[in-house]
Nanobody
Framework: QVQVVESGGGLVQAGGSLRLSCTAS????????MGWYRQDPGKQRELVAT???????NYADSVKGRFAISRDNAKKTVYLQMNSLKPEDTAVYYC????????????????WGQGTQVTVSS
């Protein structure tokens, strides 16, 4: 079984920083892309940032210059450093790992974490 577990959320004042972590564990052959998404109640889940196994990154325009995504492939862990936080960054942040379970299986599967709450007060 595969587990994806996030940590690091919390309450912070506007202008502050938080660092989220997400680790995938279990029977995993390889991990392709790992990423962070967020969702406000009543809204669609939206992409925040993604990073490939080779280190290529992609960011939502709303977080460019403030957030930085990184990963440690050996630890199967992805991080999201969030700086200059704004009240509109308040959401549940979800981690997604796109991975292969077996070397012989050509398909990639998406696994999501349970989410971690980030609240930014004004």
């Amino acid at each position: 079984q595969v587990q994806v577990v996030e940590s690091g959320g919390g309450l912070v004042q506007a202008g502050g920083s938080l660092r989220l972590s997400c680790t995938a564990s279990g029977s995993i052959f390889s991990i392709n892309t790992m990423g962070w998404y967020r969702q406000d109640p009543g809204k669609q889940r939206e992409l925040v940032a993604t990073i490939t196994s080779g280190g290529d990154t992609n960011y939502a325009d709303s977080v460019k210059g403030r957030f930085a995504i990184s990963r440690d492939n050996a630890k199967k862990t992805v991080y999201l450093q969030m700086n200059s936080l704004k009240p509109e960054d308040t959401a549940v942040y979800y981690c997604k790992a796109t991975l292969k379970l077996y070397q012989s299986n050509p398909y990639f599967h998406n696994y999501w974490g349970q989410g971690t709450q980030v609240t930014v007060s004004s």
